[in-house]
């Protein structure tokens, strides 16, 4: 700095210090703060602004916009015909398998989201209800839950893709053990 410019400080600090403590600061340099005995230092970035700029925008985006999560869009249970029909707004591989205790089908629908809570439609026999609901955070499920004293073949259950988001499974008649 410019012995002007450090007198100005020093007249300022002056002011407020008594007369003692600026003399004694005068008299020894090694206790001069050093903002006023060097001069300040610019950081410099090796990135501009200008370059880091679209990288935030893009970020920023990314983070902003909502996620579209794959839904299922209709389902239908037909009781005279034991068939699930249901359809999705993207292409889906079903998972079908039996259960027991009570017997029931499962159709897991991975990738697909269920928003809502659980949905049940009551049945006749031997199909005691159908239900619809998150299995898991990325998977819906479809239950075809069977009337107690029922089973159905699993090797008979039919897995039909219209399309790759449409599909229909038909059931075999229940029968009963």
Do not use: C
Not at 99 to 119: C, H, K, Q, W
């Amino acid at each position: 700095m410019s012995g002007g410019v450090e007198r100005k400080q020093i007249k300022e600090f002056s002011r407020q210090a008594s007369d003692k403590t600026v003399k004694e600061w005068w008299r020894s340099p090694s206790s001069h703060p050093k903002i006023l005995t060097t001069k300040p230092r610019v950081m410099k970035s090796r990135w501009s602004k200008f370059s880091v700029l679209p990288a935030i925008v893009l970020a920023a985006s990314v983070i902003a916009a909502p996620a579209e999560a794959a839904v299922l869009q209709f389902w239908r249970f037909d009781a005279n015909a034991n068939r699930l029909v249901f359809l999705t707004d993207v292409s889906v591989q079903p998972r079908v398998q039996l259960l027991n205790n009570p017997t029931r089908l499962a159709v897991d629908l991975p990738g697909i989201i269920f928003s809502r809570t659980t949905v049940r439609q009551p049945s006749r026999n031997p199909i005691q209800e159908i239900r619809v609901g998150r299995f898991e955070e990325q998977t819906t499920r479809i239950v075809v839950e069977l009337s107690p004293g029922y089973t159905l073949d699993p090797d008979e259950v039919q897995v039909r893709g219209a399309t790759a988001a449409q599909w229909s499974i038909d059931l075999p008649t229940p029968r009963r053990f």
